[in-house]
């Protein structure tokens, strides 16, 4: 292999007579004054002259044809494999014509392939391509993971990408990007498999119910996935966590109904007035339930006579204090916008918000746990804006008491995941989410916060929050607005833009600004597996054999059936199994399982008999 035509101090041309050249593997240019480079092939192609397709003004020119014939290439005759390669680090002068090109080993790539050994960092996947550099490995770097391709389990065979989670106080946040089936969320569980490894406190915003890590995948030897089993937990909003109404403040509660429903100026305005520090739901609520109902009669002269008729001392002084109420505020607080923070507050408390507390999250921070918050999308839209205010207030206070050199109580450092983060972060528009995760993405590197933020559509994630994604896993990817977006925002280069539609799943770049480059490599098998991998086609088909086998059991001892008592096989059937059928739909039963061939049908001169 050797250097060919017209080089820079970024890219040369390489060519060769028999060895093919690989897409993004690693080769070391000799250069005899600048000593050896490591460089990536970005593009490789084949010439031959029996092949009719010129490649003039695409990949080489005439220079380089020059090149392969005065170093002894018959171009006429012999198949000439061509590679451009890229240096991963820019020369100091452009490199010699003819230099050789060979395969770099191990120790010669280390430091750039391998960030962090197994036991600190994440081990996420391998580097594609390297597997030529393997022989001469560490062994702590063997036998790490396996990866799953066409439907089988394969050894490692290539270098470890091994994520360094402690370049994240230097580089925060992770963007994971990716369309419908290429892997996204399966790389997401692979994270979130290794933040459990090393028991760093997270929390994962699941809108779609399938972060559970109790289930091994079916293709894993053994109980793997038992090491899981007390280093998460899965938590529904409403059932098992909510807010104490008693710890909100104005802007919690304005925050929380804001997201159940926007709050208009005037609703915002009777928030402040009417809510008091220390408000418990029922004491708030029945506020506004007075106010409204003084609202509803309408006049002073109306409400007093309410008093003056009441029936009982209670509803009296009840009526008194409506009075009260409507004197205070009637005049700043419009009716309207009384009743919209009443109808957003009912929905809120129907939805179970308030019927819990988050202690149990806290509790799991800090041992270390991955707690798996589980809702609605529009649900943890308004949860989350209350819960990741508290818990990065909390980590806030006690960095800043540090500082001060005050007493506050720890709290531990986290990493906040969320799968379809352009719901929570969204860009052109205003959510309550939205700004406490801008808020984290530009301050949380100093206080120990990171987000972890997937998403199929990068370009409606807020452009704030996307620029300060120091990491980025870009997966198959087809729609050109998000290919451009994912272009402006990483160091992809054309070549591998051009790639991102053809992806295989699984298959990902790793746009990594600890490592001042992109990668390309495949993440690794993920122990465990969603509960919702289920073909939902052999689910239907299961569920109807289900169906025929249970019919079939229930006439087993009937047949044979004569088909002019179907009606007493009916009354029979709702008295042994309290089950009724119709006349017409027992007989299409009866009919299908003919068909399927389960029962036979003879047919007489008079009627049919199912046996």
Avoid at 396 to 403: C, E, F, G, M, P
Wanted: hydrophobic share 35%; proline share 3%; aromatic share 10%.
């Amino acid at each position: 292999m050797k250097v060919v035509g017209i080089t820079t101090q970024q890219e040369v041309y390489v060519g060769s007579k028999d060895r093919n050249f690989r897409i993004n593997e690693f080769l070391m240019v000799m250069d005899p004054h600048q000593g050896d480079l490591i460089g990536e092939v970005v593009e490789a192609k084949t010439y031959n002259k029996y092949i009719p397709l010129s490649i003039h003004g695409d990949l080489t020119d005439s220079s380089v044809l020059e090149s392969l014939k005065a170093i002894g290439y018959n171009i006429e005759e012999d198949t000439i494999y061509i590679a451009k390669i890229r240096l991963l680090n820019e020369a100091l002068y452009p490199i010699e014509t003819g230099s050789n090109v060979r395969t770099p080993v191990f120790h010669e790539v280390e430091d750039l392939m391998v960030q962090s050994d197994a036991e600190e960092g994440l081990v996420l996947g391998v580097i594609r391509n390297t597997d030529q550099m393997v022989d001469d490995m560490d062994a702590k770097y063997r036998d790490l993971l396996y990866t799953f391709e066409d439907g089988k389990l394969f050894k490692q065979r290539d270098i470890p990408y091994i994520f360094n989670i402690k370049d994240m106080h230097q580089y925060p946040h992770i963007g994971v990007f990716g369309g419908s089936g290429s892997g996204k969320s399966f790389g997401l569980r692979v994270i979130l498999e290794e933040l459990m490894k090393l028991n760093i406190p997270t929390i994962v915003l699941d809108p779609h119910f399938e972060m559970d890590f109790s289930e091994t995948g079916d293709y894993m030897d053994g109980d793997e996935g038992d090491i899981y089993g007390d280093r998460f937990k899965c938590m529904q909003v409403g059932f098992h966590i909510g807010v104490r109404f008693e710890d909100l403040s104005t802007q919690d509660i304005k925050n929380l109904l804001d997201a159940s429903g926007k709050l208009t100026d005037s609703m915002s305005n009777v928030v402040d007035i009417l809510f008091k520090r220390r408000d418990s739901y029922n004491s708030f609520l029945n506020r506004l339930n007075m106010l409204v109902e003084a609202q509803e009669e309408g006049s002073l002269d109306r409400i007093d006579a309410r008093i003056a008729g009441a029936t009982s001392d209670l509803e009296r002084e009840g009526w008194r204090k409506r009075k009260e109420i409507y004197l205070s505020y009637d005049n700043i607080c419009p009716y309207s916008s009384v009743r919209g923070i009443l109808w957003r507050l009912y929905r809120l408390n129907n939805e179970g918000i308030f019927s819990k507390d988050i202690k149990p999250i806290e509790e799991g921070l800090h041992m270390g746990k991955l707690m798996v918050i589980q809702g609605s999308t529009r649900i943890l839209q308004v949860f989350s804006t209350y819960l990741l205010n508290n818990l990065y207030g909390k980590r806030r206070d006690y960095k800043d008491a540090l500082y001060k050199q005050g007493v506050a109580d720890y709290f531990p450092p986290f990493i906040i995941v969320t799968d379809e983060a352009h719901n929570f972060a969204p860009k052109g528009y205003d959510s309550p989410s939205k700004s406490i995760l801008k808020e984290i993405s530009q301050e949380g590197r100093k206080y120990g916060s990171f987000l972890i933020l997937a998403t199929q559509r990068p370009t409606l994630l807020d452009e704030t929050i996307t620029a300060q994604l120091n990491t980025k896993f870009i997966f198959r990817t087809v729609r050109a607005s998000d290919i451009q977006t994912i272009k402006e925002e990483t160091d992809i280069t054309e070549e591998e833009s051009r790639r991102l539609p053809y992806l295989r799943t699984g298959d990902v770049f790793i746009s990594q600004a600890s490592m001042g480059r992109t990668i390309f490599s495949r993440i690794r098998a993920a122990i465990t597996t969603s509960p919702h991998t289920e073909n939902p086609f052999d689910e239907l088909r299961g569920k109807v054999e289900e169906d025929d086998e249970k019919f079939l059991e229930i006439i087993r001892d009937k047949l044979p059936i004569n088909g002019d008592d179907l009606i007493n096989v009916i009354k029979e059937i709702e008295e042994d199994a309290a089950i009724t059928y119709s006349f017409e739909h027992f007989k299409k039963k009866l009919d299908y399982l003919v068909d399927k061939g389960y029962i036979q049908k003879e047919k007489t001169p008079f009627f049919d008999i199912y046996k």
